[in-house]
């Protein structure tokens, strides 16, 4: 069952289209991180799930509602920190906590003193006086407290410090530990994500690049190296899933995207006979940085 | 209903010390009042006495946003839109918090200020309607544009081009009637006008409104206020119905001068039944001595003064308006005649007047509560046969029997008659056979010592409109006409042994009349100038 589910999702800012045709299936359970870079239309996105902004076209369905349609049962059950998110500054974190729990049936106390705890914070400090890893902390908790079938995260970790950042995931790791939740995570935070995410999705200029596993995505992306011998290397014609590729005497090296072993190394024989491959895993930002590179410069050629 | 309460909590909590603003601007002007009336002279200026009043509005106007970027409804940020709040929930918080802290708490500290003014339950109940309907008025303008703003500035340029933009559609539909040949639209349709634009406009403001709370859908709320404009710009241009009510009947001067009909326990007041007759209606409470050296018309909606005078008369009755407050001040003055005859009807204590002269009775009952003394002499001066004067140059003499100094006094009639007494032919009518006009005046004369009273009006002035208190304070200084022009002590002490007279004569002829009294001789003589 998918929590969130979007079907030709298209949204325009006047001219400029955020996002073109998106379909985005979350499963429930999952940790889904929806990459890309700035202005890929990531919160774009979320902001259309979240019904903050209405669709130009298409549809994005939570909870198997149209998002436009999203009332109060259904925010009871979701969990939404963005950095753009414009918190109640003058309230202490403890008239935050106190403003929020009457809306949710489910609240927890035992929850949210043990987050309270987890997480440290000051309860009597107003939020304008809060570091901004405290205060994504803080609407974290507040986000948290009523156990949300669904936590959507809107850029958490924009603009915190490593060690903030460190707390922050190791804080949402521990709490997703206490419950059964789906996570939406928008980030180009890739290092962060990779700790969370089991589920990865890319984002670019408003299109899905791709939606699957970290592990299908982590398992077919590989850099090759394939140190030539001396013998020949036919260059012209290679797979299309081959990125970056390039030659450094006698090293080609490139990154297969749909790397199977037997497949990869087969096809590396017909290119370069003599040639010994050798196959390194990638991490997530490798492959995210690779991703871009490559359209960064077939945008290039299209322009030439 | 609990969780609209509980943002309601919020809101005031946050807007705690904006609303405790809002009511110390409200306090403001009234503290401003008292200062200035004190007695102790105009130590605030008018700017500031000015900018104190018209700031409680402004105030509000600006709390309206702020209550409502508590929770924003215009950008995709909020806090609320996010957690399980509806618009529709939102809305009653925030109309909860409007009322509550906009709309009855200024009703609230304003009651000691029209208690203090003299207002009773139904005074008071017409007071804070008022309010309300001010304070309601403002939120009605100020939700829809605080529900299409994201932040103040923008809010401040919506209110500021929405007013100019008003202003240019009614200036374009009167400026198309007018260049169409239809510049001479009549009064009752172009009243249509303006009735029909507001409801339009109230329509808009509501709409927007609950589409913004509600659906939160902008391109909604900018296309209903485009189509509004045009419906306004459209009414102005083709709307010809007359369908505002007529105009009231004047009120009759006789009905008028039948206000005061009784004496009670040494009160003057008035007893229905009222006519049922569309004008004033009019509750006349006459008693109690003022000051003696301040004279206060307290709780006034209005002030009526002698026509040669200013007039003021509430906006709707400026044009013709001063026939009814002359008749209203001579109808009393032909009865009893107000305390002085120096330019001012009513100088002393309460006077109320209703607001809505020409409407439909019973629309207000005003109150006139002054001091009025009743004429104990009229000396009727007959016409001599072939004698003649000129309008000036009347002697009356007054010798006080038992007056210590018996001096006597010899007055002017014509500097104490108030001049549209003298002119006014529906109340003095020569006989037919009688050529000549007729003159009077009134003296307030003390039997003991013979002084006749007079008021200093060089004393200062304090007019002020308070939160529908609108209060003219003057402060005279009496004088006794015979005596030096020494100040009187004691005013009340000195108007026990007064008597009210009134000189009737016509200014042709030549007469002479001798008033007696227990205590005091009036002799009333002229000669007149051959013709």
């Known amino acids: 069952m998918n929590i969130i589910e979007t079907n030709q999702l298209t949204h325009r800012y006047w001219r400029t289209e955020a996002l073109r045709g998106l379909d985005l299936a979350v499963p429930a359970g999952s940790v889904f991180a929806l990459l890309g870079a700035n202005g890929a239309g990531k919160t774009t996105a979320i902001k259309v799930i979240m019904n903050l902004l209405r669709p130009t076209s298409g549809e994005a369905r939570v909870f198997g509602v149209d998002s436009r349609r999203l009332g109060e049962a259904e925010l009871a059950k979701i969990g939404y920190v963005s950095e753009n998110q414009q918190l109640p500054l003058w309230m202490t974190v403890r008239q935050l906590l106190d403003y929020c729990r009457p809306f949710y049936p489910t609240w927890d106390r035992a929850l949210e003193a043990k987050l309270l705890a987890q997480f440290d914070l000051p309860t009597e400090r107003k939020l304008k006086q809060l570091s901004r890893g405290m205060l994504m902390k803080a609407a974290l908790l507040s986000s948290l407290a009523y156990r949300p079938k669904l936590l959507v995260l809107d850029e958490p970790f924009s603009g915190l410090d490593p060690l903030v950042r460190d707390d922050f995931v190791h804080g949402l790791i521990e709490a997703s530990e206490l419950g059964e939740w789906t996570v939406f995570i928008s980030s180009h935070d890739i290092e962060e994500v990779e700790r969370l995410a089991d589920h990865i999705g890319l984002l670019e200029s408003g299109r899905l690049k791709f939606a699957e596993t970290t592990e299908a995505l982590l398992g077919r992306f590989r850099r090759i190296d394939v140190t030539l011998q001396g013998g020949p290397a036919a260059l012209d014609v290679v797979p299309a899933g081959w990125l970056e590729l390039q030659r450094e005497g006698d090293l080609v090296r490139f990154v297969d995207n749909q790397y199977e072993r037997a497949r990869t190394e087969q096809a590396c024989r017909e290119r370069f006979p003599e040639g010994a491959v050798t196959a390194h895993a990638m991490t997530l930002r490798e492959i995210f940085i690779t991703l871009a590179r490559t359209s960064r410069d077939s945008l290039k050629r299209v322009k030439a | ?531």
């Open chain 2, 1 to 531: 209903m609990n969780l609209i309460w509980h943002i309601f909590r919020k809101d005031a909590r946050r807007l705690l010390w904006p609303v405790l603003g809002m009511l110390a601007v409200t306090l403001l002007p009234m503290g401003l009042a008292l200062i200035s009336v004190s007695g102790k002279g105009s130590v605030v200026p008018t700017v500031v006495s000015f900018i104190a009043t018209m700031m409680p509005p402004f105030v509000s106007y600006f709390l309206v946003m702020g209550f409502v970027a508590e929770d924003s409804i215009a950008g995709g940020g909020a806090f609320w839109k996010t957690r399980p709040i509806a618009g529709a929930r939102l809305l009653a918080a925030k109309l909860i918090g409007l009322v509550l802290l906009l709309w009855v708490l200024p009703i609230v500290v304003s009651l000691p200020w029209w208690l203090g003014h003299g207002y009773g339950l139904h005074e008071c109940g017409r007071a804070a309607a008022w309010v309300l309907f001010v304070q309601a008025l403002l939120t009605l303008v100020a939700l829809p544009i605080a529900a299409l703003s994201d932040k103040l500035s923008k809010f401040f340029l919506i209110s500021l081009y929405g007013m100019l933009l008003l202003t240019g559609v009614s200036l374009l539909g009167h400026w198309h009637s007018a260049i169409s040949g239809q510049a001479s639209i009549v009064a009752g349709v172009l009243a249509s006008q303006n009735r029909v634009v507001g409801l339009i406009l109230i329509a808009a403001c509501a709409g927007v409104t609950f589409i913004q709370f509600l659906t939160r859908r902008s391109w909604l709320s900018w296309g209903l206020i485009v189509v509004a404009l045009l419906s306004c710009l459209g009414v102005f241009r083709f709307w010809s119905w007359n369908i505002s009510r007529e105009s009231a009947r004047k009120p009759d001067p006789a009905w008028v001068s039948s206000m005061v009909i009784r004496v009670v326990g040494g009160k003057w007041s008035s007893s229905g039944p009222y006519p049922e007759l569309n004008g004033v209606l009019v509750d006349c409470e006459f008693s109690g001595l003022p000051m003696p050296h301040v004279a206060s018309i307290r709780s006034v909606d209005n002030f009526v003064i002698w026509p040669d005078q200013t007039v003021s008369l509430p906006a709707w009755a400026q044009g013709e308006g001063r026939l009814e407050a002359m008749a209203l001040a001579l109808a009393i003055g032909q009865k009893e005649a107000p305390l002085f005859q120096s330019g001012m009807a009513f100088l002393v204590s309460d006077l109320k007047i209703a607001e809505r002269l020409n409407r439909d009775a019973p629309a207000y009952r005003g109150k006139i509560a002054g001091q009025f003394l009743k004429m104990e002499i009229v000396a009727d001066l007959p016409v001599v046969a072939g004698a003649t004067a000129s309008h000036h140059g009347f002697g009356v003499g007054i010798e006080a029997v038992n007056e210590p100094q018996g001096d006597g006094v010899r007055v002017l009639l014509s500097e104490y008659a108030p001049e549209f007494l003298t002119k006014d032919p529906s109340l003095f009518t020569p006989a037919t056979e009688v050529a000549g006009r007729v003159h009077d005046a009134y003296f307030i004369i003390n039997r003991r010592r013979g002084g006749v009273l007079n008021g200093n009006l060089g004393g200062r002035e304090e007019v002020y409109s308070v939160s529908t208190v609108r209060s003219f304070h003057q402060h005279i200084d009496f004088l006794p006409r015979n005596s030096a022009e020494r100040p009187v002590g004691d005013l009340s002490d000195w108007l026990k042994d007064a008597v009210l007279v009134k000189i009737v004569f016509l200014d042709e002829g030549t007469y002479e009349r001798t008033v007696e009294t227990p205590r005091l001789e009036i002799t009333a003589a002229q000669r007149s100038e051959s013709k």
